[in-house]
């Protein structure tokens, strides 16, 4: 998504003005998954359901692994489970063309809406390993820390873009390298389902 705001602002040739509006697009991101990791790991601990959350966040991480890797074995009619539904790209598109600052805001947190349920099984995950070990004050710096990471790959292609990069390899860069990212993504969630399933059997 951030690739394709960085499309949409390239015909106001201002490098300054796509920086910005790409870091606001950056910056949604964070505080929508930040605040919502927040709310999730308080609900978890004040109902006292963290080894039934525990066990759910792992079978979907191991399901949404499972369904990660099939795609890509899948080819084109794989399953789309992991991705954006076309409703939501329909709503988004629109605030991507507008390309200003408070729709960057926008679409950031509408990209954190529709991709939570795509990422919500990592997530999950992480969360119910935190609060079986701490409680919510303790687990925020964690929460920061993670959502530091999960955002760091958009800071990179900005950062790319930024030292002149054009912006259109970095779109043919992202369509090759898909299929790869999708199986790492896979066996990670997998990984961490049993991981999960291990620290609370």
Same mark, same amino acid.
């Given at each position: 998504?951030?690739?394709?705001?960085?499309?949409?602002? *390239?015909?106001?040739?201002?490098?300054?003005?796509?920086? =910005?509006?790409?870091?606001?697009?950056? /910056?949604?991101? /964070?505080?929508?998954? /930040?605040?919502?990791?927040?709310?999730?790991?308080?609900?978890?601990?004040?109902?006292?359901?963290?080894?039934?959350?525990?066990?759910?966040?792992?079978? =979907?991480?191991?399901?949404?692994?499972?369904?990660?890797?099939?795609?890509?074995?899948? #080819?084109?009619?794989?399953?789309?489970?992991?991705?954006?539904? &076309?409703?939501?790209?329909?709503?988004?598109?629109?605030? *991507?063309?507008?390309?200003?600052?408070?729709?960057?805001? %926008?679409?950031? =947190?509408?990209? #954190?809406?529709? &991709?939570?349920?795509? %990422?919500?099984?990592?997530?999950?995950?992480?969360?119910?390993?935190?609060?079986?070990?701490?409680?919510?004050?303790?687990?925020?710096?964690?929460?920061?820390?993670?959502?530091? /990471?999960?955002?760091?790959?958009?800071?990179?292609?900005?950062? @790319?873009?930024?030292?002149?990069?054009? @912006?259109?390899?970095?779109?043919?860069?992202? %369509?090759?390298?898909?299929?790869? @990212?999708?199986?790492?993504?896979?066996? @990670?969630?997998?990984?961490?389902?049993?991981?999960?399933?291990?620290?609370?059997?």
């Amino acid at each position: 998504v951030l690739i394709f705001l960085m499309l949409s602002l *390239i015909s106001l040739e201002s490098r300054k003005k796509m920086l =910005i509006v790409g870091s606001v697009f950056i /910056f949604a991101v /964070f505080c929508f998954y /930040f605040l919502s990791g927040l709310g999730i790991f308080a609900v978890i601990q004040s109902a006292g359901i963290s080894r039934m959350i525990s066990f759910i966040a792992a079978a =979907i991480a191991i399901a949404a692994g499972v369904i990660s890797i099939l795609s890509v074995i899948g #080819g084109e009619q794989g399953p789309a489970l992991l991705s954006i539904p &076309e409703r939501g790209k329909g709503i988004i598109e629109p605030y *991507i063309k507008k390309a200003s600052i408070p729709a960057a805001f %926008t679409v950031g =947190i509408l990209v #954190g809406m529709f &991709e939570l349920p795509c %990422t919500g099984g990592i997530y999950l995950a992480i969360l119910s390993l935190l609060s079986n070990r701490m409680s919510v004050m303790e687990g925020i710096p964690y929460l920061l820390l993670y959502n530091l /990471f999960f955002i760091l790959p958009l800071v990179i292609i900005l950062g @790319v873009f930024a030292i002149g990069f054009p @912006v259109e390899r970095l779109e043919q860069w992202q %369509t090759g390298s898909r299929r790869g @990212v999708r199986v790492i993504m896979g066996v @990670v969630m997998i990984l961490l389902g049993i991981i999960l399933l291990l620290e609370i059997l």
